[in-house]
């Protein structure tokens, strides 16, 4: 029957998206015709035409190929903050670029090229209980991986820079794919030169963890974060696990320098002083 067929309200609210996004008319949930646009690859150079489509951003997972460090994204985040503002505000005007994932896993069904941030804002939204719940998204399944990582670059460097760190830890997961590739052939993928290739490996090491110990990472430059490292090898593990044990119950820095300050001054805090063992002598009638 005719109520049979008509959609629940429930599955109205659902992820809006068509089988075939360039044949089919793709009409929406309110009666309209799908937008479109056309996107013009950077490195294939085909122009591929691309649906508007709105999906639950827990659907979504960020493409490797995007140096964003997903991981690093919090609610303290000043840039995280002004977007939130920004998208309650008015509304998620820019949509994201995602493609179908080759290998689904569970309910993750999109790769998300860019607008990770964006992605991780709505998805904040919705666990509010604010807004649609869903996320705007121009999709396409014919975009390739070379396209997919200059897209992404080009709006990362459109929109918010990615931190040093970041790229950091993308320069040392292509040297890690291929461990025989030398400073040379890596600088010239990334458009660098060598020397600032290999200080982009060097701040790769510094940890996860004390990168979030910065308000963003943004705040923390290549200078800055390798002098972090520095100053953090100078302290041993045992002082490394307090210090981060002392950060844990403070507010964020406010960047780089200010953590840089903080470590260096405990790795010139003294150190207390160990009581000496007290020897005893014992006489033949154990006195």
């Not at 396409?140 to 929109?159: C, G, M, V």
């Not at 943004?218 to 953090?232: C, E, H, V």
Request: net charge positive.
């Amino acid at each position: 029957t005719a109520a049979e067929k008509a959609p629940s309200t429930a599955e109205a609210a659902t992820e809006k998206r068509v089988a075939s996004p360039i044949n089919s008319p793709a009409i929406t949930a309110r009666g309209k015709r799908q937008q479109r646009m056309y996107l013009e690859l950077p490195v294939s150079k085909n122009t591929v035409e691309c649906d508007l489509i709105e999906v639950n951003p827990r659907h979504c997972v960020a493409s490797p190929l995007n140096k964003r460090v997903q991981s690093l994204l919090s609610p303290e985040d000043v840039a995280v903050q002004q977007l939130l503002a920004a998208i309650r505000d008015e509304g998620q005007r820019d949509p994201v670029l995602v493609r179908e994932l080759q290998k689904p896993q569970g309910d993750k069904r999109y790769e998300g090229i860019y607008g990770t941030r964006r992605r991780y804002v709505a998805q904040l939204l919705a666990e509010a209980g604010e807004g649609s719940g869903l996320l705007k998204a121009w999709y396409s399944d014919q975009i390739t991986d070379a396209d997919a990582k200059r897209l992404a670059d080009s709006e990362n460097d459109d929109r918010q820079d990615i931190s040093s760190w970041e790229r950091a830890v993308y320069f040392a997961q292509l040297r890690a794919g291929k461990p025989d590739m030398t400073l040379e052939v890596l600088a010239g993928i990334e458009g660098a030169d060598r020397t600032l290739a290999g200080k982009y490996l060097k701040l790769a090491e510094l940890p996860e963890e004390i990168v979030k110990q910065v308000a963003s990472p943004t705040r923390i430059s290549l200078r800055a974060g390798l002098d972090i490292q520095k100053a953090l090898s100078a302290l041993g593990p045992s002082a490394r696990k307090q210090l981060l044990k002392e950060f844990a119950g403070q507010t964020r820095f406010e960047d780089g320098a200010a953590l840089l300050k903080a470590l260096r001054t405990a790795a010139t805090k003294p150190k207390p002083a160990v009581a000496a063992k007290r020897r005893e002598l014992v006489d033949g009638h154990g006195r």
